[in-house]
């Protein structure tokens, strides 16, 4: 049972930056994908950046240039750096481990965090 444990969310004003990490246990897949979903009450969660075992990247496009997401091997670490924070950025920020290839459909991942929130004011 792999489990994440979610950190470094909190209240900025726009503009700002966040450093978000999510720390994992043990992932013995051969093939992973980590990635960073949101939510906002009465909205579907949303996928905003994954990174699977080679190192390939992807964003969504509203994040796309702002954030980046990396990873600590050693440390079982994943992490999210968010910059130039807007209030649409508000939500509870998920991380997530697929034992197979990237996909930004929530269901097919396997384990999840139980969420930082983060608040971002105009």
């Known amino acids: 049972q792999v489990q994440l444990v979610e950190s470094g969310g909190g209240s900025v004003q726009a503009g700002g930056s966040l450093r978000l990490s999510c720390t994992t246990s043990?992932?013995?897949?051969?093939?992973?994908?980590m990635a960073w979903f949101r939510q906002v009450p009465g909205k579907r969660r949303e996928g905003v950046a994954r990174?699977?075992?080679?190192?390939?990247?992807g964003y969504v496009d509203s994040v796309r240039g702002r954030f980046t997401i990396s990873q600590a091997k050693a440390k079982n670490t994943l992490y999210l750096e968010m910059n130039s924070l807007k209030p649409d950025d508000t939500a509870m920020y998920y991380c997530?481990?697929?034992?197979?290839?990237?996909?930004?459909?929530?269901?097919?991942?396997?384990?999840w965090g139980q969420g930082t929130q983060v608040t971002v004011s105009s």
């Open positions: 043990e992932v013995t897949y051969s093939r992973t994908c």
């Open positions: 997530a481990v697929r034992s197979t290839g990237c996909t930004w459909t929530v269901g097919y991942y396997n384990y």
């Open positions: 990174i699977d075992s080679d190192g390939n990247t």
